[in-house]
């Protein structure tokens, strides 16, 4: 994969839960102890568990450990059980799907695909956090709940050493979702603000089924790494 398609999957690729070369922690490194809030691990897993189906369109800020920002627009889909779709539309074209224990990363502009294999189990994600079973996801963590008006924050920390994450925060506006922030190991930040969220209407299960078939006619280069 060329330089500049990894660079830009990064972020998208931590968020997922796919593997990147990255400095690990020691083995005796663990993370702070933070108090968790039961009942707020639990209507926060209602709440997930409660959204079936997800349109929404995105704008994801990223900042690297350096400081250096960029942002991407885009719209998302989501369908449970696992079902997933991320569609980036500026400042380039890229598509991601997740469906069926596969992962599929598309980019017109170098006619690729890559496919690969999408653990469950993985660090993390916000695959699993958004589109996978919330409350199992949310027994590696600690939550806490703020409250500032009609905005509703959760607060997620890893009870394990060895998370991609220092910290997850999930916003609820007036009771729909409204931004996702990631702060992670390497030093970075991102936050994803949701727009003109629809939830629990019918989405098209065509959007989560690459046509393989048709990509190839049009000149795409498979790469299939879900065997490996």
Do not use: C
């Amino acid at each position: 994969m060329k330089k500049r398609q990894l660079l830009a999957l990064l972020p998208m690729m931590l968020a997922l839960g796919l593997p990147v070369s990255a400095e690990q922690k020691a083995p005796g490194d663990t993370p702070a102890r933070v108090a968790n809030d039961t009942q707020a691990a639990n209507d926060l897993a209602n709440k997930l568990q409660g959204m079936d189906t997800v349109s929404a369109s995105f704008t994801q800020s990223t900042i690297d450990k350096h400081g250096r920002p960029k942002v991407e627009k885009g719209d998302m889909q989501l369908k449970r059980p696992n079902q997933f779709r991320w569609n980036i539309t500026a400042p380039f074209s890229q598509e991601i799907v997740v469906r069926d224990g596969k992962l599929w990363m598309l980019d017109p502009d170098f006619k690729q695909v890559v496919i690969k294999k999408q653990d469950d189990q993985s660090g993390p994600t916000a695959v699993q956090l958004l589109s996978g079973n919330a409350s199992v996801f949310l027994k590696g963590y600690s939550v806490i709940r703020m409250n500032y008006g009609p905005e509703e924050v959760f607060t997620l920390k890893p009870l394990r050493s060895e998370d991609l994450f220092e910290k997850l925060e999930i916003n609820f506006s007036e009771g729909e979702i409204s931004a996702i922030t990631i702060l992670d190991t390497l030093g970075g930040k991102r936050r994803i603000d949701f727009t003109g969220v629809t939830l629990n209407q019918p989405v098209n299960n065509e959007l989560f089924q690459p046509d393989i078939k048709k990509l190839e006619n049009d000149g795409f280069d498979i790469i299939d790494e879900s065997n490996l």
